[in-house]
C-alpha cells in the first residue's frame, strides 16, 4: 500500500466513522482518534462485504458504503459501550 492509499484510508475512515457516529443516538464518551480508528476498521469490512456479497469494489459504490457506514455503527455502539465515560470534575 502506499503512502496516498494510507492516506485515502484515513480519510475515508474518518468519514465512515463521523457518519457511523452521527447515526448513533445519544452522547459518546470516545475520544476522536476511537472515531477515525472505527472508520478505518468498517470502510475495510464494508468492502469486504460488499465482495463477499458481489458488488463491484471498484471505483464509488452505493451499497459498498452503506455497508460501510453499518458497520461504523456497529463499531461506534460497541467502542461507545466499552469506552469508560468521561469524568466530570
Known amino acids: 500500500m502506499t503512502i496516498g492509499g494510507i492516506v ?3 480519510v475515508l475512515g474518518a468519514v465512515v466513522g463521523a ?3 452521527l ?3 445519544g452522547r459518546q464518551s470516545m475520544p476522536w482518534w476511537a472515531t477515525v480508528a472505527v472508520g478505518v476498521v468498517a470502510a475495510f469490512a464494508g468492502t ?3 465482495a463477499m456479497v458481489g458488488f463491484r469494489t471498484s471505483g464509488w ?3 459498498e458504503t ?3 457506514v ?3 455503527v456497529l463499531g461506534v455502539c460497541l467502542v461507545a459501550a466499552l469506552w469508560p ?3 466530570h470534575r
Open 23 to 25: 447515526i448513533v443516538p
Open 19 to 21: 457518519l457511523g457516529r
Open 66 to 68: 452503506i455497508f460501510q
Open 8 to 10: 485515502s484510508a484515513v
Open 48 to 50: 469486504g462485504l460488499s
Open 85 to 87: 465515560p468521561k469524568s
Open 61 to 63: 459504490n452505493f451499497w
Open 70 to 72: 453499518g458497520v461504523a
